[in-house]
Structure formats: structure tokens, C-alpha cells
T-cell receptor
């Protein structure tokens, strides 16, 4: 049973470019959560999605950030016109029953140069 | 929203000793409290969790206790081993849609 998958594992973008981060939940899980982690800090919630629906995006900046979880394929976190402050590790987690027992992917480490 | 505070931020123990990490939460509606272990450069791993209808839960060398009245919960690791060295995060869910994490405790087990 494959765990939560994320790709790419490392992503380097120049300021102003777009970053696309992908997350495939664990088999049987339909709840996906995205978190951001800055170095030496905790995890901050960004967005919660179920298939084709955004349930809670209260932690996601309203500009430049968007997320989707289409009927087919992985969930995608998209950051447009990246800035240096976007450099962080982005983790997704999946769960089978709402917010409980979330299992994390390996993360995507985004570096903006 | 929920506010989760975690102490201490760093903890060093001798191998074989016990380690205790404490968290407090603010929202009395919180009903689920997981603990995650994160090794350097790795993903957070769920190591134990507790729901609000239970006061204590144990899994081998790891236990979690919950005091709903005081709104705090703790992680206890007994007979610590070097491989327990990591950053540990507590979290809470106040009946909302997502986890609110504490700021983490860096545990170092000295051989």
C-alpha cells in the first residue's frame, strides 16, 4: 500500500516563475491537506480539499496561491509569480476520515532564487 | 482559532531516561490530539494520537495523556534510545477542518 506521494521532491524557481506541486493521496483516502513549513518552524495549514472541492482555504494566501484536487489525478498546489518568501517545504497529508489520522507525504522543498 | 503551545522547545536526555513534552490548547471544542515525529529532512510521522473521550493511551514506549479540564496533553517516551532523537510536534483539531500544530520540541537522546 503506497503512502502519500509528492513530486517533485525539490524544486528551484526564479522569482516571478510559477511553481506546481503535486500530491497523490494514500489509496482509499479522499481528504487532502496542504501545509507549509519554514526552516526550524512548525507546520502551518494552508488548504483542505476533497475530490473536486475546496473545503477550507483559510490558511492559503488569497493572491498567487491556488489549489485543486480534480476527479482524476493528483492534487496540485500552484504558486504563481513566486517570491523569495515562498521558499519553504510544502507537505501534503491525506486522510480517510476528515481531519483525523493524517499521513504526510515526503514534501516538496521549494527554493526561489 | 485554536492556539497550541508546546514546551520545551529543546530537550536533552540520557539514553534510557524518560522524556516528557507538554502542550496546551485554547479551544475547548478540540477533540483530537495527534503527535508527530519529524527527523531531519523527512516527513512528519504520526506516532500516537488520542481522542477527547480518552484520558490516556499507550503504545509500547510511548504514551499520551490528556487533561480536558486543564486543556493540556503530554507525550511520554520511556527508555529513550538514540533513534528517538527528532523534532516532535503536537497538534489539535477544534472540530474544524485542519490540524493546528505546536512549535515543536527538538529531542536529543545522548548515548
Amino acid at each position: 500500500n503506497a503512502g502519500v506521494m509528492q513530486n517533485p521532491r525539490h524544486l528551484v524557481r526564479r522569482r516571478g516563475q510559477e511553481a506546481r506541486l503535486r500530491c497523490s493521496p494514500m489509496k482509499g483516502h479522499s481528504h487532502v491537506y496542504w501545509y507549509r513549513q519554514l526552516p526550524e518552524e512548525g507546520l502551518k495549514f494552508m488548504v483542505y480539499l476533497q475530490k473536486e472541492n475546496i473545503i477550507d482555504e483559510s490558511g492559503m494566501p488569497k493572491e498567487r496561491f491556488s489549489a485543486e484536487f480534480p476527479k482524476e489525478g493528483p492534487s496540485i498546489l500552484r504558486i504563481q509569480q513566486v517570491v523569495r518568501g515562498d521558499s519553504a517545504a510544502y507537505f501534503c497529508a491525506s486522510a480517510g476520515q476528515g481531519p483525523y489520522e493524517q499521513y504526510f507525504g515526503p514534501g516538496t522543498r521549494l527554493t526561489v532564487t | 482559532g485554536e492556539n497550541v503551545e508546546q514546551h520545551p522547545s529543546t530537550l536533552s536526555v540520557q539514553e534510557g531516561d524518560s522524556a516528557v513534552i507538554k502542550c496546551t490548547y485554547s479551544d475547548s471544542a478540540s477533540n483530537y490530539f495527534p503527535w508527530y515525529k519529524q527527523e531531519l529532512g523527512k516527513r512528519p510521522q504520526l506516532i500516537i494520537d488520542i481522542r477527547s473521550n480518552v484520558g490516556e493511551k499507550k503504545d509500547q514506549r510511548i504514551a499520551v495523556t490528556l487533561n480536558k479540564t486543564a486543556k493540556h496533553f503530554s507525550l511520554h517516551i520511556t527508555e529513550t534510545q538514540p533513534e528517538d532523537s527528532a523534532v516532535y510536534f503536537c497538534a489539535a483539531i477544534p472540530g474544524a477542518n485542519n490540524l493546528f500544530f505546536g512549535t515543536g520540541t527538538r529531542l536529543t537522546v545522548i548515548p
